[in-house]
């Protein structure tokens, strides 16, 4: 191993750090080997625009398996001289996610009898976390800790942990190391701990920092590296980073559109076998009861276990691989968090195959870098496809560097089997990136543990959200539906005999369709002319309540939309996050019915994925107030019957012309041009429904995705001259965020006020039959025939579609005073058939 770690680790005549230090003056210095074991990259980052690119740890360049694995096992060695063999058996060894997890592993074997943890980004449904923490300076932060022995951290007699073994791939500021321990001794004290990394870069005033932490906490604090160097930035390094990161993304985007790629990634390669190499699956053989990694705790049984399984493990690869690629360059790619499994399978096939072979070790990651085809550059070519484990921070773009390009005969895509999924296997999904530019593509699925002291309430599966374009024409990223898919269920009845099944009292509207109304090209012409009117007035009104949300309810806020007509209010405050903010909001859609509540298999998903306090949810805009109502009636309900607590209730909305919620875009009534259009403006879904036969207690409740509809659909058209809008009114929306938390912003409920006054006035004697404000009634203009139609005088061209429909429909519209809505729309029991009132039935008049 030590010739061919030497061979491997002489520095080149480029250092691929050049073309970074020259362009903004970063200086690395150190001691001799330094330069070989780390290059410079660029990044998007606000908090640091350098990346220390390591040749050792097996994330970003592809290395010989048995170098990376050689790094971290040699300092774990060294860390047992320094214990001792007593204190080292003793010792906890703890890896940070995302680079270091498979390092750390790598240490806890040269420790040879130390259990092993590393922290983790994937929440496990039920396992209650032993510790969290932040990273200063990382692209992803809210590292877990989540042992399955609750007492691997505790320091507890059963285990006799004495020594914490802290281990990340570089020691800079020491801040995130340094805030672990603080937490960890707070709970648990123990008097030594030792921080290990391949490389020191602190600076003089970072030094004496770990003596004082020492002292302050009154522990013993060790640190343990292979190396010893300092970075050197000049004044002004961040911003000249980003400006030359922003030249040179511009600069990709133009050659790319030149030749019809994408900017910043590879360019397809044409294999022999045709323009895609075919993915084989290999059985690994995996040894049973033996976890993929350190998330929940490895232990030295496990070592032994996984240790006499190597071998086999890897003659099945080669047997996978054929004797063309056996002879050849093979790359074995770890992903994200599971670094260990891959790198060890690298290794035993590295020792079976022998020199006739060169055998390659990285890892995808999360981390976006800049990509420069320069050997002066550590990072020269990068893939990106979507993430295939359904993270609980949403979907997002991933990433593998050096690997196009890099002459790779196969590559062992190892995963473990949470993130053997279908955009693992989409066309823009991973494996499709990797057979464009290798021979050979072998998928190896390590199965993914799950701990034994997992007791939970919940089903043992709880059912996963629907993703376009499968269902819904939005973007997969872009919303999860908590729905199942109805489309072939056939759920739409004429109107009459909807109406005439509502009238008798037996149905409730959530168990059956209307047939969708398709818009007339009058009338669709007027969706076109209402979007261009007030995209801009949409833009400012979803920027404001945006910037409202990430102000009030903390910097990452799971958005939670009412299915449907919340849905593309929650899309649009995504894009938003996303444009001011370079941040990617989850969203989700949920079904809530009237009369019967929020759909508590959607809650359940929801807490068991994301922590419930963050949770946002979103409705496009409020009538009278009675969804608000429902909602804060049905997460107490929830509650009360053992749900997870924590959910908060309150409504995020576009508009609030009734003044029924505090977080709010706007409180004017005009059109919110998606009120028009039922499913052709909400990604092709239908309204929710809820009907026994259908939806059983651990199913979501369900809705149709009208993909025959899809010439008509305009969903996309609505998203995008919102969103074109946005730069336009950023000062506006900086001017209202600014404002609204000195305004009185509670709850007036103006609006309800002024339908019970309406509901007595013209004898209709329930609020339910009173539809306020442009958007409810333009919907029940398209979805049944109103009594009449009352105008506030003067409202002028936020009525013209109002009045548009009301003529088609026969129906009156009678112009009056003093409303706090431009319009409201009155349903009444005797004049309309099917008039439904609160629970969801049917109204009948006296």
Known sequence: MSERATREEIVDVVWSGDWVAERLGVALEGDGELRGLLGLALRRNPKRAHLLVSNVLGKH???????????????????????????????????????????????????????????????????APAGGFEESHSHATSHLLLPEDPGL???????????????????????????????????????????????DMRSAEDHDRLTAFAAEIGARVDLVTRNTGTVTLPEGVLERGRALVAAQEAEQAERAAGRGGEAGQAEPRTTASGPVAPVTRVDLGWPAGVPDGGRHGFTPAHRAALE???????????????????????????????????????????????????????TTTRSPVLAVDDPGYAIRTRLVFPAHDDPADGPGDRYAYNVAGAGFDAVVAVVDSTADTAELHAPDGLLARLAEHTGHVLLAAVPSYTPHHHHTLEPAVLPEPLRGPAFSSYAPEDVGWLLQDLSDTVLEAPTEEREEAIQSGGAHYAESLPVEYQPSAEYQALFTAALDASA?????????????????????????????????????????????????????????????????TALRWLAAHHDPADVVFVDGWTGKGAITRELAAAVS???ASGGPAGFDP???????????????????????PSACLNSTVS???????????????????????????????????????????????????????????????????????????????????????????????????????????????GAG????????????????????????????????????RGATGADGKAVTGA
Request: with cysteine; net charge neutral.
């Open 308 to 362: 006499a399984a190597l071998p086999g493990m890897a003659e099945r690869i080669a047997a996978a691989l054929g004797d063309r690629a056996r002879r050849g360059r093979v790359l074995v790619l770890g992903f994200e968090e599971l670094m260990y499994a891959p790198l060890r399978l690298g290794a035993a096939l590295e020792t079976l195959l022998g020199p006739g072979a060169e055998v390659r070790f990285s």
């Open 683 to 793: 990604g092709l879904i239908s309204r929710t429904v809820l009907r026994a036969d259908l939806v059983g207690p651990d199913d979501f409740h369900g809705a149709k995705f009208y993909r025959e509809l899809a010439d008509s659909d305009v969903s996309g058209d609505f998203l995008a001259a919102v969103t074109a809008r946005f730069d336009e009114v950023a000062d506006q929306v900086d001017a209202d965020a600014k404002e609204l938390p000195a305004v009185d912003r509670a709850p007036t409920w103006e609006g309800w006020a002024a339908v019970e006054r309406i509901s007595e006035e013209y004898g209709i004697h329930d609020v339910n039959l009173v539809k306020p404000g442009v958007g409810e009634t333009t919907r029940v203009l398209l979805r049944r025939v109103p009594w009449k139609i009352l105008a506030k005088r």
């Open 637 to 639: 309900e929830f509650e």
């Open 61 to 127: 360049v592809p290395q010989h398996p048995s170098v990376v694995y050689g790094a971290g096992y040699g300092l774990g060695e060294r860390v047992r001289a320094l214990l001792g063999a007593r204190e080292a058996r003793r010792a906890v060894v703890v890896g940070y996610a995302e680079t270091a997890t498979g390092l750390g592993h790598a240490v806890a074997d040269g420790l040879r009898d130390a259990p092993y943890l590393h922290s983790t980004r994937r929440p496990i449904p039920g396992v």
């Open 153 to 199: 951290l505790a320091g507890r007699a059963e285990t006799g942990a004495s020594v914490l073994v802290l281990v990340d791939d570089e020691f800079s500021t020491g801040n995130t190391v340094l805030n672990t321990i603080r937490a960890l001794h707070e709970s648990h004290p123990r008097e030594r701990y030792v921080i290990v990394a391949l490389v």
């Open 797 to 832: 061209a936020d009525l013209t579609h109002i009045r548009l429909l009301a003529e088609q429909r026969g129906v009156p519209v009678e112009e009056v005073e003093d409303l706090p809505y431009s319009c409201v729309g009155l349903i009444h029991p005797r004049y309309t």
């Open 650 to 672: 309150e409504i995020a909305v576009l508009a609030d012309p009734g003044g029924c919620v505090r977080t709010y875009g706007t409180r004017e009534d005009f059109l919110i």
């Open 536 to 600: 801009a007035r949409i833009a400012r009104a979803v920027g404001t309540v945006t910037e409202t949300v990430l102000a009030e309810r903390g910097p990452r806020p799971v958005l939670v939309s009412l299915a449907r007509a919340g849905t593309p209010v929650g899309v649009l405050m995504r894009h938003w996050a996303r444009h001011r903010h370079g941040l990617d909001l989850p969203h989700y859609a949920i079904s809530i019915v009237r009369g019967r509540g929020i759909d508590a």
